[in-house]
């Protein structure tokens, strides 16, 4: 037998119209024809029954449509439903072929939120179109007891249903024809369903409410799995967004960053690593450490790596000293530790790398200009020490030039180690002075001492700081005299001068002197050969500047090497205080 399908349906529909017009015709003739025909009224009579089996037929052959109706728009819902977890335009559809089934002229959906109460999802019309907020006219008493209950109803005139009649939604909106079923999902209402036809009624039957009680159980499976959906969305984006800010933190940290697995594969290499080793990440993730930081495999690094994997031995702020291909000897502080999950299980090493070249090298620079400065500019100098390269700049300075008188009438008299020993206290006299008053030691010179003030840090005070430097080398000879013999008590000739000069690091990368070059330099020195032993002569320049700060002695004008004109000179007797 060939199955019945929408076609054979239409067709045996469209016969049985044929033959029922058919038989009408007839039995209007048979009734005209009564008295001339024989047995007119039985063949009339079976006419009749013929056409009543007929029509009994043809509402059997409607019901059978309505019902493959039914079933093709649940397979549609169901489909519908199915095809997408965007719930929104998945219930739009759906709802629009609910009531196409149905025949009704409006449908709506509410849900219920997290206190129970139902809100509108969807609201559509026979035309396809949603229906607006002011249109939202429902019996929301029905609406509600079905939410209660979680019991369909069905009502073919709300207006005589004994249940609703005297409710005033039915009343005054006249609502006819009426289907509401709830919406159950692990054994909660979560919503109702509701069409409607406001026209006719009798427009729903038994077999409407079961559609639509099977398209409300498709659509809570729907509306659960969509929240699922939703709440899985929008952890991943929770996820994601904290993966991103740890991204971007692990990215940002300053210290360099390598974990590894167990089979010592990277698995993570953050920019300032690449900085460091100069190594993309790219190159380096998922291969072996050893490969991506091969220079280092010399150090003790592979030592510590095993040590912490297989030990759980940690390593903190330990130093090693390399050489990297593209940037040569580098001075590295590593922090490495094992890698272990939530339960405490290892799952690799973590490489923690501090680049600390440029600190050794400023640590060097510090510790050689502790040897020529006081210790309280030292702590001042710029951090950075490319600042501190090759090159001068032209500045106002005091010049302070210091030699012991008589010395090398000393050495004639004395043993070599004897007299390294003296020269040494005579030094330190000075070196103490001048360091006291935070001035540079620039050089010594056999047994002369120079130094300048103003720099490599200002100082505005920097002619009275020569001054005071200059008579407290004094005092401090004087007493180094009360320990020492006849023979060894030797003074300083002293001469000061402030003015214009180059000061800067002179020499090469290798070999770098901290110095002041120029005239007035010059100066100050040709005033201390002239300065008799314990005496102190300054420059007019200097002496404008410390006037007001100590007692001066006005010298006749000195002629000295290398200039036309005398210079005019004072001697320092002592502080004003």
């Known amino acids: 037998m060939p199955p019945i399908t929408l ?25 005209s024809q009564r008295a001339a025909i024989p047995r007119a009224d039985q063949i009339y009579s079976r006419v009749a029954q013929l056409g009543e089996f007929l029509e009994r037929l043809n509402a059997g052959l409607e019901q ?131 069409v409607d036809n406001r026209l006719h009624a009798g427009m729903f039957q038994p077999a409407d409410l079961d559609a639509l009680r099977a398209f409300a159980d498709q659509a809570a499976i729907a509306i659960e799995n969509a929240r699922l959906f939703e709440n899985v ?43 460091i080793f100069e ?81 050794r090298r400023l640590e060097a620079t510090r510790e050689m200009f502790r040897r020529y400065v006081s210790p309280v500019v030292v702590d001042r100098l710029p951090r950075d020490p490319d600042l501190l390269k090759l090159g001068g700049q032209r500045q106002e300075i005091t010049i302070l030039f210091a030699d012991v008188r008589g010395f090398t009438n000393l050495a004639e008299r004395l043993p070599p180690e004897k007299l390294v020993d003296v020269l040494n206290e005579y030094f330190s006299v000075a070196t103490d002075a001048i360091l006291a008053e935070e001035g540079t030691l620039d050089k010594f010179m056999g047994d002369a001492v120079m130094a300048i003030f103003n720099a490599p840090l200002p100082q505005p005070d920097h002619a009275l700081r020569a001054a005071r430097a200059a008579l407290a080398m004094c005092a401090a000879v004087a007493r180094l005299h009360d320990t020492l013999p006849d023979e060894l008590r030797l003074h300083y000739g002293i ?18 002197n901290f110095t002041a070059i120029g005239d007035a330099v010059n100066l100050a020195r040709r005033l201390q050969e002239n300065a008799a032993g314990g005496q102190v002569i300054v420059s007019a320049q200097t002496y404008a ?29 002592s502080l004003d205080v």
């Open 233 to 275: 969305r929008q952890k991943m984006n929770e996820i994601a967004e904290l993966k991103t800010f740890q991204d971007n933190i692990f990215a940002s940290i300053a210290s360099g960053v390598v974990a590894t697995d167990l089979e010592d594969r990277i698995t993570a290499f953050n920019r300032a690593a690449e900085i």
């Open 545 to 573: 500047q410390i006037r007001n700060h100590v007692v001066a002695k006005r010298l006749p004008a000195l002629k000295v090497k290398g200039r036309e004109a005398a210079a005019h000179v004072w001697e320092l007797v």
């Open 7 to 31: 076609s054979t349906i239409e067709r045996a529909r469209a016969d049985i119209a044929d033959l029922r017009r058919g038989l009408g015709d007839l039995a209007r003739w048979l009734d």
């Open 64 to 194: 059978q449509e309505k019902e493959r109706a039914q079933l093709a728009g649940l397979f549609q819902v169901s489909r519908a439903v199915n095809s997408s977890l965007e719930l929104d335009e998945v219930l739009n559809r759906a709802m629009d072929i609910i009531i196409q089934v149905t025949r009704a002229e409006r449908g709506f959906l509410m849900l219920a939120d997290e206190d129970g109460l139902l809100t509108f999802q969807v609201a559509r019309n026979m035309e396809r179109s949603t229906i607006t907020s002011p249109a939202f006219q429902v019996s929301r008493s029905i609406i509600e007891r079905v939410a209660q209950t979680a019991e369909p109803i069905l009502s073919t005139d709300a207006t005589l249903d004994p249940r609703f009649s005297a409710q005033d939604s039915v009343v005054s909106l006249s609502l006819r024809s009426i289907l509401c079923t709830p919406m159950i999902a692990r054994d909660r209402v979560i919503g109702v369903i509701y």
């Open 279 to 359: 190594t993309p990440a790219e190159r380096s993730l998922g291969q072996p450490y050893r490969d991506a930081l091969a220079p280092l495999a010399r150090t003790p690094l592979p030592r510590w790596v095993e040590e912490a994997k297989r030990e759980d031995k940690r390593r903190v702020a330990a130093e090693i000293d390399s050489e990297l291909p593209a940037r040569g000897a580098v001075n590295l502080s590593v922090n490495i530790s094992s890698l272990k999950d939530t339960d405490g299980h290892p799952q690799g090493v973590t490489i923690v790398v501090d680049d600390v070249t440029e600190k």
């Open 495 to 512: 001469g000061i001068h402030t003015g214009e000069a180059v000061v800067g690091n002179v020499g090469t990368r290798l070999q770098m």
